[in-house]
């Protein structure tokens, strides 16, 4: 981590969900650093919690059930939760751009690629449509869509999901954003294709000089691309840390069983490693540490209470009693 | 599987179904506040002679179109005849059309949907092309031709709207049961040797019931104001027999001497088309979400 | 599209062809003889013969029914009976009336059901979401002629605002089409409504969103458009059940439109008359249908390139 100002600094973000079967604790007190030109990677399994932290950074969260509880989210030292709704709508598109996990159904069916891509430019740019029109094209042809005059006049289903999932990263980027916020991007691609289009956003991120959240469940996709790692279970951060680091020597159970259950080429293994049990429901959390029910080396502290998160040596940040003896403190919600 | 074993299968899966079903149609307090509507209305029609105040026929003539009063609810029609009364025995006209015509439409339409949809081909051409010509013509057009051509009566109008119908549903019938026939079990049943009528009747028809439940729950409504419309035009249930439609129409005549006698039928037609259009929205959410432009 | 245009046409065709099939064959299985209706009763057997034989009502019916046929493409469906004119000259003339109703009908309709329905969703679980409901269900299940007799009662006699009948000044184009697009006005709120909220809660309005775009943008844009396909699709239904329906709001407000053409002919039994009142109102719906499907490409891309689905 470095001492510059990073470019997005998240403190203590609580999002929860009121439902009729309780709160769910979508997003629990977490905090991490978005550094200037660098790409974070959030990790875990569905329902830990990743995609809720990228809508929360756009409020983007459903209200109702959805609310941002508590917590800051500043973008170059401004409180983007503070923000009215339309200085949001500015931030939305123009300095943060997203990318969703469906290429298949988050473009708009009824529009050509063209008039979704200018939609952005139009909004955040003051620019006739002429020039918009320009720019979508061009837009196009950097994200590597073979003739780009004739793609603008498409539409969406006469695109293939690895083209529309460009499509998506030219729409995010129209507006030179600082931060491209990518919800597992690939995940819906087949794997060739998921590569072509993480080295796509490797290589605009260099361009551009934005930084980049990376959301997914593989870990694989995260080693290709993160500088820093932030590992997410129940809506909690699990260990946060410089990717290498953390990859070669995870310091969470959760995180060391995440890296197990990657398929690895090399090794002849027989059968995949599979992290048993499943992740606890989000409204009813197991007392102590929230992954103790699948823990491997579960004592019978974890049971009782939650761990806190804390840093080692180096500075990474690990929550478990394995690491450290601090405990959570109590809730402001309990 | 045995074909046996296959349909025990299918079965648990609908008991399990319809269980959930009427689990969340419980919750519903609207349908439910529907359905003792409609229960009661079913009662009083069955029992319209112990409840109405007057036998149906009765005439009043002291009191001759008069507004409503202690010995007269609703008020009287032109002949002095208490038009609670008729109220009360034109229910039994309203509940019976959507009974019979109904039971008309679902027959034709499961019938000839089923067909089109099981065969396809040419067949599902040429029952789709039939389907398409009877839905060209306006509902209620149609059913006053038909009644032109079966001449008027209670029985000629069950058949007019029971023939009227019957699209709607063979369409819906049709796209389901094309869907059904890839199904494993259809392939089974077909695979041992079962008859096309018998895997029709035993295994397709099972499987729509849910939508044929909704999709008749919807259409009752209709058939009612469609006997309504009738009665009111002169074409359909011919006095004395009391219909609300033809309470309607002769209360038209009336409109300055005794306002309320067109109002109170018109109330009843109402609450009844209301009662079974909420309860068939609640059957579709419980049941058939599906068919939610319907 | 071309392939998906003449697919079209010939079904609409082979529909048409249907119509007039069904519409001939219901008013000639009636009993009794049109020409002794016709006559009264007051001529001889020779006499009503003689004029079956001149009106060619002796020949076997497929001969009957391909010269009906043969003139109706012609649009010509004989004289009346009893009005002794072109029964076309009749229905044009009714349906400049009907069809000027209908239209407003169908303005009222789309404009009022459409907007509240648009507002439902957009204010969802809120109380004008409630009250838009609660109205329109209960519009649902209000037939348009107890509602026009209400109108009737209320802004005619009561209120004196607007006359009860005829179509003399404009405003007496009010209450019909208030009281026959009610109905249709209140389903179209509920389709919209549904269809809207459908389309919210699709992944390219969570899109729109991260965009910039704001709240009434994603609605009147991104949702609006999709929404408006299943809307387009209740179209040529509506227009088949407007056409339906005002033959029972002519009667009320004695409008000489072609429903209450119909249903007089119905009457009298001038069988002319209802055969060509049939077959041109399931015409006009058959036509504004094929018209429809084609402008589905309008706002359904995937249509433009490849033709509907089989419905």
Not at chain 1, 182 to 191: H, K, Q
Not at chain 3, 26 to 51: C, E, F, Y
């Amino acid at each position: 981590m470095t001492d510059k100002q990073p470019l997005l600094k998240v403190r203590n973000l609580c999002t929860y969900f009121y439902t009729d079967e309780g709160i769910v604790y979508a997003l629990d007190d977490v905090s991490f650093d978005v550094a200037r030109g660098q790409t974070l990677g959030i990790v875990g399994e569905s329902g830990s919690g990743k995609s809720v932290t990228a809508l929360s950074i756009m409020r983007l969260v459903q209200t109702p059930p959805g609310r941002i509880v508590s917590g800051t989210v500043e973008l170059l030292g401004d409180d983007i939760l503070k923000k009215s709704k339309k200085e949001m709508k500015q931030i939305r598109g123009g300095k943060i751009g997203m990318i969703f996990q469906e290429p298949m159904t988050s473009l708009n069916p009824v529009y050509t690629v063209g008039n979704q891509i200018m939609e952005s430019i139009l909004l955040h740019g003051d620019c006739d449509r002429k020039q918009a029109r320009e720019r979508a094209i061009e837009m196009l042809r950097l994200v590597g869509i073979p003739l780009p005059e004739k793609r603008f006049g498409e539409y969406p289903h006469q695109l293939s999901g690895g083209m529309r999932q460009r499509v998506m990263i030219a729409i995010a980027l129209s507006c030179n954003p600082q931060l491209l916020i990518c919800d597992e991007p690939t995940t819906a691609l087949d794997v060739t294709i998921q590569a072509q289009i993480l080295e796509l956003i490797n290589e605009l991120k260099q361009k551009t000089g934005a930084s980049v959240i990376m959301i997914t469940h593989d870990l694989g996709v995260i080693s290709r691309v993160a500088d820093e790692v932030l590992v997410m279970y129940a809506g909690k951060a699990m260990e946060y840390g410089s990717a290498r680091d953390v990859f070669t020597q995870p310091r969470h159970p959760y995180t060391a069983a995440l890296l197990k259950s990657i398929p690895n080429l090399e090794d002849d293994v027989e059968r995949l490693h599979v992290i048993e049990g499943m992740v606890p429901s989000l409204s009813k959390r197991p007392a102590g540490c929230l992954f103790n029910p699948r823990c491997k080396h579960v004592m019978p502290v974890c049971r009782e209470k939650r761990p806190a998160l804390t840093a080692g040596p180096d500075g990474r940040l690990v929550r478990c009693f394995l690491q450290s003896d601090a405990i959570e403190k109590e809730e402001a919600h309990a | 599987m045995s074909i046996k074993a296959n349909a025990n299968v299918q079965d648990a899966a609908y008991t399990s179904f319809y269980h959930d079903a009427f689990v969340r149609l419980k919750k519903d307090k609207v349908a439910i506040a529907c359905l003792v509507f409609i229960v009661l209305l079913i009662l009083v029609a069955i029992f319209a002679p112990l409840i109405a105040p007057y036998e149906e026929g009765y005439q009043d003539t002291s009191a001759i179109l008069e507004g409503p009063s202690s010995k007269h609810w609703l008020g009287t029609d032109e002949f002095g005849r208490d038009i609670l009364t008729r109220i009360i025995y034109g229910s039994r006209i309203s509940l019976s059309v959507g009974l019979i015509a109904e039971a008309i439409a679902v027959t034709i339409g499961v019938f000839l949907g089923a067909l089109a949809g099981y065969y396809g081909g040419k067949i599902d051409a040429v029952i789709s092309r039939i389907i398409e010509v009877f839905a060209s013509f306006p509902h209620i057009l149609f059913a006053i031709v038909i009644m032109f051509v079966l001449g008027t009566g209670v029985i000629n109008v069950f058949l007019a709207i029971g023939f009227v119908g019957w699209t709607g549903i063979a369409r819906i019938i049709r796209a389901q049961v094309m869907q059904l026939k890839e199904k494993e079990f259809v392939e089974a049943a077909r695979a041992s040797g079962g008859s096309d009528l018998k895997i029709i009747l035993r295994h397709l028809i099972p499987n729509c019931l849910s939508t044929i439940i909704v999709v008749v729950t919807m259409a009752i409504p209709s058939d009612i104001m469609y006997e309504a419309s009738l009665s009111f035009l002169g074409l359909g249930v011919q006095p004395p027999v009391s219909s609300w439609g033809e309470m309607i129409s002769m209360a038209r005549k009336y409109l300055r001497t005794n306002p309320t006698y067109s109002v109170f039928p018109g109330i009843a037609l109402v609450l009844t088309v209301l009662a079974f259009n909420l309860l068939g929205d609640a059957l579709r959410d419980a049941l058939d979400p599906k068919l939610k432009n319907l | 599209m071309l392939k998906f245009t003449l697919r079209r046409l010939y079904q609409t065709v082979i529909v048409l062809l249907g119509v007039t099939l069904v519409t001939f064959i219901m008013v000639n299985v009636v009993p009794g003889d049109p020409v002794a209706v016709m006559l009264q009763k007051k001529a001889d057997d020779a006499t009503i013969n003689r004029i079956r034989e001149q009106m060619g009502l002796n020949d076997p019916l497929p001969a009957q029914y391909f010269r009906f046929l043969t003139n109706a493409v012609t649009g010509d469906f004989g004289n009346s009976y009893f009005q002794k004119k072109p029964v076309m000259e009749l229905i044009l003339r009714a349906f400049s009336v009907t069809g000027t109703l209908a239209v407003l009908v169908l303005a009222f309709a789309i404009i009022l059901g459409v907007l509240m329905g648009t507002l439902a969703a957009v204010f969802r679980g809120k109380w004008v979401d409630r009250v838009i409901m609660m109205i329109s269900t209960l519009g649902m299940a209000a037939p348009s002629f107890w509602l026009a007799i209400i109108l009737q009662l209320v802004f005619g006699l009561t209120l004196k605002w607007l006359p009860i009948s005829g179509l003399r000044q404009p405003s007496a184009y009010i209450m019909p089409s208030v009281a026959l697009g009610m109905i249709y006005a209140a389903s179209l709120a509920r389709l919209t409504r549904t269809n809207i909220l459908d389309a919210m809660n699709q992944d390219y309005i969570r899109t729109a969103r991260s965009k910039g775009v704001g709240e009434f943008f994603v609605v009147a844009k991104h949702a609006f458009k999709n929404a408006g396909i299943p809307i387009l699709t209740y179209l040529g239904t509506l227009i088949k059940s407007i056409l339906g329906g005002s033959v029972l709001v002519e009667t009320i407000f004695s409008i000489n439109g072609l429903g209450r053409l119909l249903v007089e002919a119905i009457m009298k039994r001038d069988i002319p008359i209802i055969q060509g009142c049939t077959v041109y109102i399931a015409s006009v719906f058959v036509i504004a249908n094929l018209l429809i499907d084609l402008t589905y490409g309008l706002f359904d891309p995937r249509i433009r390139v490849a033709g509907p689905a089989k419905r």
